[in-house]
């Protein structure tokens, strides 16, 4: 990806990064690999490349995160790590047999140059015994892109690796959803929802619904708990159409077209009333299909929601801090419902930049602490970003919704719902709630600040003091006496 | 002793209404009985706590079964200043037990339980209908826990069965002149302490006229009973002047108070510009002529010109996006037309304005401002209501509360003006808020989003717009 595409000073240039937004590439193919059935991902990197990023995964989804290493050490790091990845390979299968092995690389394998496609081969050629073995590698430096850059390369690389190249029969009603790193586990489901009500067999990719949305297994085993089956990714090719949501997986959907011809249509935003009602036609357009009537109700739901909130959100000013793909869908969100994006900080550079331009001026490539700076400049009322943002809500006194990746300090957040009438109902009434939970400061000084203090020509009214007392029933005699 | 009381609020002679009418009429009351399956608004229990439970620093204690207490508290935006006890809930919560032997034992002990976990300033006790009805005898066990505990308890003798909650109102009224207002001396008095009367500082209302009148140099002695206080109200009889607000809610207390302890009132309100700006004078008028020094007019007419600058100039900065937009103004208020001059300086057209409570001045003044056109509205349906704004004969309605879901589900904007709103709209940076209000409103971009047809009404290929990308 170029750097700068064409936009002036789409990259910051302070030399330090303040209370960072942005998260690595090797992170975000991590989670797209997760939401592949029994794929254990391993990392080509130091064991803390790994470590942090597991541990970050679980602390979001409050699960057990299959993720391993190749454990680079300064030996092999000089000499080469191909062995170590041959060896982790080895390792892993000693513990049990992951449908799919998933190698990234990181910053450290990338700087050296390592050759992970050419170790992978050699694997195949040491290693005859595990030709059957899927092995899907993608190079994810961390220097370089971000978390949806990284979840995307996964995507496109599952793709190119797995799905069976040339023009097949079309399975009738089959259909690819390639799903954007913005979607959490209840979105997926809801997007489930929504096709086979058209009587359509959704296959997406990744399916985190189906990995990380927290069912109890059977039995515990070191690799990711399901998701989108081999057998599924493999039949991809002979889907009818291929819905991409969110730009960032663009890439992946073209994968598709030019090995497979098949169709693709980009869906960038699936979160309020207009967005919704296209993506319906669409789907209604080309499932030949009319819209069940279950919409109809959820329509009108959605409606009254909007009319409900708006007084609520109309005017309140936002600043918006997150990956592109959810940045853009935000801040269109967002502001057709009266809200003023006052400024939006996107990680990295992404093509949805120039995209932003009808829901908001400021868009800057930037961290948090260009959010907590923009906050405060343009007196936001709310933020909306990662758990991380929670410093800067705290010292703005400026409430925050925590949205994307990572929240690791609220609970229940995969499964909140964006997508669809339903999801854009419930998205509206956790902001609107987000200022009715605020508390109300009224004082004496509100309307006119400079008059504080003025209240020393009053009664000595303090509620700590006891007024002298007159017993109620002598009220008689003493107006009597008067 | 009720009908007594009853019919003593009803009579009331400094009330124009009810002068007006026939002795015939006058007997029935000031609010029409409510008809059975077509009554809507409070009870006059309602009423009577609406009236005082913004005494921040009392324990307001309601007699009877949880709904009269459980289903309303916490439902007004009063606000203190100080204490939060006033939203502190007290319920004496009656089971069927009590309905079968009498409620006033547990009355006492949950006056003593108030007593002993805040030590009060005040209790008052609101009786309702089921302990009326079996005859608790509330009177009696306030004056008990009076004398047993050393505090006053008042009896708020307003049951919602005996009428609205405008009769309520002045119930709380008449509670206040029988056991508050004269039981405590202030501290000290100055010639121009004023009573408020009637003004509840729901959302902080008073706190955008107090801060004027700090500047003019009046002093408020109390409140009734915004943001107030047991004592300033006990010791209230000492003012030299007092405003009553709401005209119709404590008439009761203005003139009793003029007769008991001659302190003269005059009637006004805060809402809209050229109103305040005559309460402000009205207010510094009867302050000097009751000795206050005269150069109180010229520092009020000081305050009212710069303040009406700014006012204006504030409205004025909507007035692009506003132009031409037709209002419809349905209050329960008395005085719509206080705010009409200001919606029109907004560039907004009243097309209509209720009138129901309105006294035939108040009509003429309407005709005087809006015109011979103005859609005069005594009464309106919800479905009347609905229909007009369906029809698109306005772009805005503003009512209370009731009527949102009216304009709503018209998909037309509202704006909440009645008492249960969020927004404060007193004195002159109110009525900026209520146009930026009103402007904030009608721009919000769903109103042009909730026209568009569903998507199975919609005819054509596949969508254009910017939500699905390239069509491969």
Redesign the interface.
């Known amino acids: 990806m170029s750097q700068n595409e064409g936009v002036k000073s789409a990259v910051p240039d302070r030399p330090a990064s303040v209370n960072p937004l942005k998260m690595s590439q090797p992170l975000g193919a991590a989670l797209a690999f997760l939401g592949t059935a029994g794929c254990m991902p391993i990392f080509h990197g130091s064991q803390g490349c790994t470590s942090f990023g597991l541990v970050l995964l679980g602390r979001h989804f409050k699960e057990s995160i299959p993720l391993q290493t190749t454990a680079m050490t300064e030996v092999s790091s000089t000499l080469g790590g191909g062995d170590s990845v041959h060896e982790a390979i080895l390792n892993i299968l000693k513990k049990g047999v992951p449908e799919l092995v998933a190698v990234m690389s990181t910053g450290l394998t990338e700087t050296k140059g390592e050759d992970i496609v050419g170790d992978i081969a050699l694997f195949r050629k040491r290693h005859p015994e595990w030709n059957e073995l899927p092995v899907v590698s993608a190079s994810t430096p961390d220097f370089k892109g971000g978390f949806e850059d990284g979840y995307a390369e996964a995507v496109v690389r599952i793709l190119e690796e797995l799905v069976p190249k040339g023009t097949t029969p079309k399975v009738p009603g089959l259909v690819n959803v390639l799903a954007g790193s913005h979607l959490t586990v209840a979105d997926l489901d809801e997007i489930r929802r929504i096709l086979t009500s058209f009587g359509l067999t959704p296959v997406i990719l990744p399916d985190l619904s189906r990995s990380l949305d927290g069912t109890i297994p059977e039995k515990f085993e070191a690799k990711s708990m399901g998701g989108t089956t081999l057998s599924e990714i493999r039949s991809m090719g002979s889907a009818e159409f291929t819905l991409?949501i969110g730009?960032s997986l663009?890439r992946a959907g073209e994968v598709l077209?030019s090995g497979n011809d098949v169709?693709?249509?980009?869906?960038?935003?699936l979160r309020g009333?207009?967005?919704v009602?296209?993506?319906?036609?669409?789907v209604?357009?080309l499932s030949r299909r009319?819209?069940p009537a279950l919409?109809?109700r959820e329509?009108s739901r959605l409606?009254?929601a909007?009319?409900?909130c708006?007084?609520h959100l109309?005017?309140k000013k936002v600043v918006v801090a997150s990956e592109p793909d959810l940045t853009l869908d935000l801040c269109?969100f967002l502001?057709?419902?009266?809200m003023t994006v006052v400024a939006a900080i996107l990680p990295q550079v992404s093509k949805v930049r120039e995209?932003l331009s009808?829901f908001v001026s400021n868009v800057m490539i930037g961290d948090l602490s260009d959010l907590e700076e923009q906050a405060a400049r343009h007196n936001a009322d709310l933020l909306v970003t990662h758990a991380h943002g929670r410093q800067a809500s705290e010292r703005l006194e400026i409430p925050l919704l925590r949205t994307g990746f990572p929240i690791f300090d609220r609970l229940g957040v995969a499964h909140e719902v964006h997508v669809g009438y339903v999801g854009s109902m419930q998205s509206l009434f956790r902001i609107a709630n987000v200022f009715l939970s605020l508390k109300?400061d009224?004082?004496?000084?509100?309307?006119?600040p400079e008059?504080s203090g003025?209240t020393d020509?009053?009664?000595?009214?303090?509620?700590r003091i006891?007024?002298?007392?007159?017993?109620?029933?002598?009220?008689a005699e003493?107006?009597g006496s008067k | 002793m009720h009908t007594n009381k009853v019919q003593e609020v009803f009579n009331e002679p400094s009330c124009g209404h009810n002068q007006s009418k026939s002795d015939h009429d006058r007997k029935k009351g000031c609010t029409k009985l409510s008809k059975p399956g077509q009554a809507a608004g409070g009870c006059a229990f309602d009423g009577a706590k609406i009236a005082l439970q913004p005494i921040v620093d009392a324990v307001h204690l309601v007699h009877g079964p949880i709904a009269c207490e459980g289903n309303s508290w916490d439902n007004r935006s009063a606000a203190s200043s100080g204490s939060d006890l006033y939203r502190t809930s007290y319920t004496t919560d009656i089971s069927e037990l009590d309905v079968i032997y009498g409620g006033e034992k547990r009355l006492f002990k949950a006056i003593s339980q108030a007593v002993s976990s805040h030590h009060p300033p005040a209790i008052f006790v609101y009786q309702t209908c089921v302990p009326a009805l079996i005859g608790d005898d509330v009177e009696a066990v306030c004056q008990l826990a009076s004398e047993k505990f050393g505090l006053p308890v008042i009896p708020v003798d307003a049951p919602g069965f005996v009428g609205g909650k405008n009769l309520g109102n002045k119930l709380a009224g008449e509670a206040l002149l029988d056991h508050v207002i004269g039981t405590m001396e202030p501290a000290y008095t100055t010639p121009t302490d004023v009573n408020i009367i009637g003004e509840y500082n729901l959302s902080g209302e008073l706190w955008q006229v107090k801060p004027l009148l700090d500047r003019i140099g009046i002093r408020i002695a109390s409140v009734m009973t915004g943001d107030g206080r047991y004592q300033e109200i006990a010791s209230s009889h000492r003012a030299r002047a007092s405003m009553l607000v709401c005209s119709k809610a404590m008439i009761n207390i203005a003139r009793k108070m003029e007769e008991r302890y001659q302190i003269p009132f005059f009637e006004g309100s805060f809402y809209g510009i050229s109103d305040m700006s005559q309460s402000l004078r009205d207010m510094a008028t009867l302050l000097v002529s009751r000795g206050a020094p005269a150069d109180l007019l010229d520092r009020t007419e000081a305050v009212i010109k710069e303040e009406e600058a700014l006012a204006w100039k504030g409205i004025y900065g909507f007035r692009k996006e506003l132009e031409g937009k037709k209002a419809l103004l349905i209050t329960g208020g008395v005085k719509s037309w206080s705010v009409v001059s200001a919606l029109q300086e907004a560039g907004l057209v009243v097309v209509g304005t209720s009138v129901k409570k309105s006294t035939g001045e108040d009509k003429e003044r309407i005709k005087e401002i809006i015109g011979d056109d103005a859609h005069m509205i005594d009464s309106m349906t919800p479905g009347e209501m609905y229909q007009m704004l369906k029809e698109a004969k306005a772009d805005i309605l503003m009512a209370g509360g009731r009527s949102q879901f009216v304009a709503l589900k018209a998909k037309v904007p509202f704006l909440d003006v009645n008492q249960e709103r969020n927004y404060a709209f007193a004195g002159y940076k109110g009525m900026v808020t209520l146009i930026g209000e009103i402007h904030r409103a009608m721009t919000n971009p769903i109103w042009q989003t909730l026209k568009k047809a569903a998507p199975w009404e919609r005819i054509g290929d596949l969508p254009k717009t910017s939500s699905v990308g390239s069509l491969r």
């Open positions: 991409v730009e663009r077209l169709p693709l249509y980009v869906v960038k935003h009333l207009l967005a009602d296209d993506f319906l036609f669409l209604s357009n009319p819209i919409f109809h329509r409606e009254d909007m009319l409900d708006h007084f109309g005017g269109q502001s057709s419902m009266g995209w009808p109300r009224l004082t004496p000084q509100t309307w006119y008059e003025s020509d009053l009664t000595v009214v303090d509620d006891q007024p002298p007392i007159v017993p109620a029933f002598r009220v003493e107006r």
